[in-house]
């Protein structure tokens, strides 16, 4: 019996070793919402390699157990020696499995909504940067330049209410950093401050184009006036 307890043994720490060193190379989670799905999945396929074997530990531990108990002193140390690493390792091996199981599903909530939320963000970005462009043509007759302030104030309104939704993209990015790798982090960084910059240049050129339209319209009632005083 003791010699297939050692055999038994040897074969479930060596598969220890290997499940251990495999979890040490596993990659952090990734910012990319598809990558993290499967690495979840993944990541359940390492819980099911546990699960598979827990039947085989603990029939080892008992074997043992019985062993030892029948051993002389010194070997009986030796045996509950191995059944407590091996016990201690298994258990290791599952806590760091779940850990990471936890960590994973985490980085892929917040990984969803920052997909959620960046895809509708970039493309209003995208349309109003298009708008305002549109806008710095100012009319030339006064009831147009009228209009042209009026739809502008609009768009300048939408402009100022999406800065919350700005605020809370990084907030996202912010947190979803924290998990993932250092090369994910940073393309995160560099893409939030990318989108923060288009944002505060929008900004500001909307604020030009009001400028501009008040400009017009005075200049254009400058220009009546003195054509009024002209011809008087």
């Known amino acids: ?3 297939k307890y050692g055999e038994a043994l040897g074969g479930l720490m060596s598969w220890m070793d290997e499940m251990e060193e495999m979890m040490q190379n596993q990659k952090p989670p990734s910012a990319d919402y598809k990558v993290i799905k499967a690495q979840v999945q993944e990541q359940k396929f390492v819980q099911k390699l546990l699960n598979d074997r827990k ?9 043992g157990q019985e062993i030892a108990a029948s051993a002389d002193p010194s070997e009986r140390r030796r045996i509950e020696g191995e059944v407590q690493a091996l016990q201690d390792r298994y258990a290791n091996l599952n806590h760091r499995c779940a850990e990471r199981m936890d960590l994973l ?16 963000l970039e493309k209003w970005l995208d349309k109003t940067e298009k708008k305002i462009k549109e806008m710095e043509i100012v009319p030339t007759e006064e009831d147009q330049i009228q209009r042209r302030i009026r739809e502008h104030e609009k768009v300048h309104d939408d402009i100022l209410g999406k800065q919350p939704s700005f605020d809370d993209l990084s907030d996202i990015a912010s947190a979803l950093m924290q998990v993932v790798g250092e090369e994910d982090a940073q393309y995160l960084a560099d ?23 008040q400009d017009s319209m005075a200049g254009l009632r400058d220009l009546v006036m003195s054509y009024g005083e002209l011809r008087g």
Request: net charge negative; proline share 2%.
């Open 1 to 3: 019996q003791s010699g």
């Open 55 to 63: 039947g085989a530990v603990a029939s080892l531990i008992k074997t």
């Open 105 to 120: 599903e985490e980085a892929l909530k917040m990984a969803k909504e920052y997909a959620d939320k960046l895809g509708p």
């Open 191 to 213: 893409k939030i401050e990318e989108l923060i910059n288009r944002y505060a240049a929008l900004v500001t050129s909307s604020e030009n184009i009001a400028q501009l339209l």
